[in-house]
């Protein structure tokens, strides 16, 4: 019995753990189309899903019999062995889709947990039969393999589906109505918004209210369901009379309504359908156990669960406060996680950024099969040009003009793609996910959302040759983190379900405290991850101002911050390798390869604006990218220094001799002072002291030609080693770049400010 009061406790614990993390993951569904068009302020869209989160909880509880019956048979297992595995199902998965949070990876929560019953299942079966609990036990009583191949099927089709109905309908979307909508086709744009309400309606029913609600024993709605196609007719007619009103009255964007709209009904069909992958396991122990206590029996390995075959939870919420309460309080903590969960923003911003119209930072690092994709997509794409007539061409090539006046940003950030875009996101994930249920289909909703984004972007040229590699290996890569999380979650539950079986509660605990563990170093990593994409603005809002205010201001406070970093990587560097610290060398490179991130980063986004300042500016521009490519070689030396120091010191080389030391510790004195200064001038825009600059530039240049002739001497002598002689070369020599390329540096910037004040 300790076991079993261990193991409530627990999953009531993990429950909530559990609801905060696949929140996480999972409100990338509901939230990317909103937050990716800027359809409303980054809260208002929150509150909006917050509703939707509200009444689909309290819709969900004819949903948590899943967790029950749909993986595995019950009546097979015994109370104690069911614990067993809910307790290893439970903590898999907080790992899991935990980690996913932590990379930004969308994945499927359902996916998830459905193999981690299938795995915990399939460890118990083999552990009664080694045991000769009971005889010759097979796993298909245990586990339902034919709703497993169901599910991997749902995913395969869900995918290819999803992505190729994104790209068809957006394609003649965006033919119709192009990218210049604004003020226009106001009649046709009040038609498609209402079969747009109508499609997400449509959705409503069937994931919301449909197959065997808990509404079923109300006298009314028997007429909401023989009458369903009379009332969509009746949504799509006021809808439509609403949009052409809003839209000749006041002008409104019809679009933008229809995305906050979606925005409440994929949150609502979420909580109604996926809060089961977060608590309905919890809830299944809870009422198992309280079956248990009432059944008087003191042997919880030979209490049955056949009982769990009738519907436990499936009851009217609104009669049953017990319920009720637990779904609102799970609608209350997926709301807090919307609007406090930064691992949240972080998934968000890996599909906007995937899916966003313009070219700039790219997370994702081609790769050689993402390569081969376009490449050979540019083929067809090159052949289909050929073969279609130029005036078909020519037509298409008009609607996917873009109006140079067109705003793209707002006071809540930068707009990554239209509204109309997003509505289509929306439409067509709601009727996908609407017909899925209606077939009876698994269809997973993360699957059908990511997939048809992805496919309109493709189809709004999103995808240009600039960024296609880039964003073809992002696809690819969250395509197959979501195997990953099948084969993950299988073979993790797996391994738990053993180690608790044999371990008892002594285990279940020791599991709970390594996750517990994990959370907080998996967190500590996301929040240097966080201050990573802070420093290389990864949602680049100073591109909004391109213009040469833009280089000056932004421009001089990112060299002046660089050569900080610089300063504290040589600094790190040289002493680290003084004193032999493989810590703080380590560091040192990290900072460095960091550096080098995020100035390769600065530059190409300095390179957007000045590609689109006027004509008069070019001349003070030319000097600001002078001045950058200096920094960025300046950086590229400082990574030739760190690199082979850590490197030595890693492979447990020998150091260097005293005289080397003193050598060096000399010239690590002088380069801070020299620091020090050009920081200073760099920040305070004191470009009259450069003389100053070059003549402190000289002698040290001077100095380290004095400490290159000891070195000299002392090889001649035979003194030292000769590894770690020619690393100490090599060392003066990257310094006497760096010091070359700092001044090259001040100048450039001097003559950019100099040339701006006089243009101005």
């Known amino acids: 019995m300790t076991f079993i009061w261990i193991a409530v406790i627990l999953l009531g614990a993990l429950a909530v753990v559990d609801l905060v993390i ?41 949903m948590m019999e899943v967790a029950r019956k749909g993986v595995i048979y019950p009546s097979s297992f015994s109370f104690a062995e069911i614990m067993v595995v809910f307790v290893a199902v ?7 889709i935990d980690g996913f949070n932590t990379l930004g990876f969308p994945t499927s929560t359902t996916i998830a947990v459905v193999f981690e019953l299938l795995g915990g299942a399939m460890a118990l079966s083999i552990i009664k039969n080694r045991e000769a609990k009971i005889d010759g036990i097979e796993i298909e009583q245990m586990i339902n ?27 003649i979307t965006r033919v119709v109505f192009s990218f210049n909508y604004q003020r226009r086709f106001k009649y046709l744009f ?62 409104v964007d019809i679009p933008r309504v229809v995305v906050l709209f979606g925005t409440f009904a994929l949150a609502m069909s979420f909580a109604a359908n996926d809060l089961v992958n977060f608590i309905g396991i919890p809830l299944t122990a809870v009422e198992s156990f309280k079956a248990f206590l009432a059944s008087g029996s003191t042997t919880p390995d030979g209490f049955s669960m056949a009982f769990i075959s009738d519907d436990v939870i499936k009851k009217d919420v609104f009669s049953d406060y017990e319920h009720t309460l637990i779904f609102a309080l799970s609608a209350l903590v997926m709301t807090i996680t919307l609007f406090k969960s930064k691992k949240a923003r972080s998934v968000t911003e890996t599909e906007v950024y995937l899916g966003r119209q313009s070219s700039g930072y790219e997370r994702f690092e081609p790769s050689y099969l993402s390569r081969v994709v376009v490449r050979n997509f540019l083929h067809i794409h090159s052949l289909a040009v050929g073969i279609l007539p130029k005036k078909v061409m020519t037509f298409f090539n008009s609607r996917y003009q873009k109006a140079e006046s067109v705003d793209g940003s ?68 969250i395509l197959g983190g979501w195997f990953f999380t099948a084969c993950m979650a299988f073979i993790g539950a797996f391994i738990f379900t053993y180690i608790i079986w044999y371990g008892s509660w002594i285990a279940a605990i020791l599991l709970a405290a390594a996750v517990a563990t ?36 932004s421009g001089s406070e990112q060299i002046r911050r660089h050569l900080q970093e610089a300063s504290k990587v040589f600094y790190l560097s040289l002493q680290g390798f003084i004193d032999e610290d493989i810590r703080q060398l380590h560091e040192a490179h990290d900072k460095a390869l960091l550096l080098d ?100 530039q000289n002698f040290l240049i001077s100095f380290q030609d004095s400490i290159r002739r000891n070195q000299i001497k002392r090889i001649q002598k035979g003194e030292g080693r000769t590894r770690v002689s020619i690393l100490f070369m090599d060392v003066l020599a990257e310094t006497k770049n760096v010091l070359l390329y700092s001044i090259n540096l ?10 701006y004040n006089s243009n101005n």
């Open 22 to 62: 696949g929140v996480s993951n999972d409100a990338v569904n509901f939230l990317n189309a909103a937050i990716g068009s800027r359809a409303a302020r980054r809260k208002l869209v929150y509150w909006v899903a917050a509703i939707g989160l509200l009444i689909g909880s309290l819709l969900s509880a004819n």
């Open 90 to 96: 439970m903590l898999v998965d907080v790992i899991l």
């Open 145 to 171: 393999t034919d709703k497993a191949f169901i599910i991997l099927a749902g995913i395969l089709l869900s995918i290819f589906l999803a992505f190729i109905v994104g790209i068809v309908v957006q394609f």
């Open 190 to 251: 009040a038609v498609v918004g209402g079969v747009a309400i109508t499609a997400i309606v449509f959705m409503i029913f069937k994931k919301g209210l449909g197959g065997g609600s808990i509404f079923d024993s109300y006298p009314g709605f028997e007429y909401v369901v023989r009458f369903q196609t009379e009332i969509l007719f009746g949504v799509f007619a006021f809808s439509t009379f609403i949009f052409l009103f809003l839209g000749l009255s006041f002008n």
């Open 410 to 477: 707002t006071v809540d950030g930068v707009i990554y793609f239209d509204t109309v875009r997003a509505s289509v996101n929306l439409v067509v994930a709601s009727i996908l996910i609407s017909l899925g249920t209606y077939m009876q289909f698994p269809l997973s909703t993360t699957f059908v959302v990511f997939m048809v984004a992805m496919g309109t972007s493709l189809a709004d040229q999103a995808w240009g040759r600039e960024s296609a590699v880039y964003r073809v290996s992002g696809v690819l890569s």
């Open 518 to 553: 994990t959370l907080m170093l998996t967190s500590k990593y996301h929040a240097r991850k966080l201050e990573e994409k802070r420093m290389l603005k990864e949602e680049f809002q100073d591109e909004i101002d391109n213009n040469l205010d833009h280089l000056k201001e």
């Open 597 to 696: 991130k995020y100035t390769r980063s600065s530059k190409s986004k300095f390179f957007y604006a000045y590609a689109k300042i006027t004509e008069e500016g070019i001349d003070s521009g030319h000097y600001f990218v002078q001045a950058f490519d200096y920094l960025t070689e300046l950086v590229g030396c400082l990574t030739n220094i760190t690199q082979p120091l850590f490197e030595h010191l890693e492979n447990q080389h020998k150091g260097m001799t005293a005289s080397q030391r003193n050598d060096l510790h000399d010239l690590l004195e002088e380069m801070s002072g020299y620091f020090n200064h050009i920081i200073h001038v760099e920040k305070e825009q004191k470009f009259e002291l450069i003389n100053e600059m070059i003549s402190k």
């Open 746 to 755: 001040l100048k450039a910037h001097r003559d950019f400010i100099s040339s």
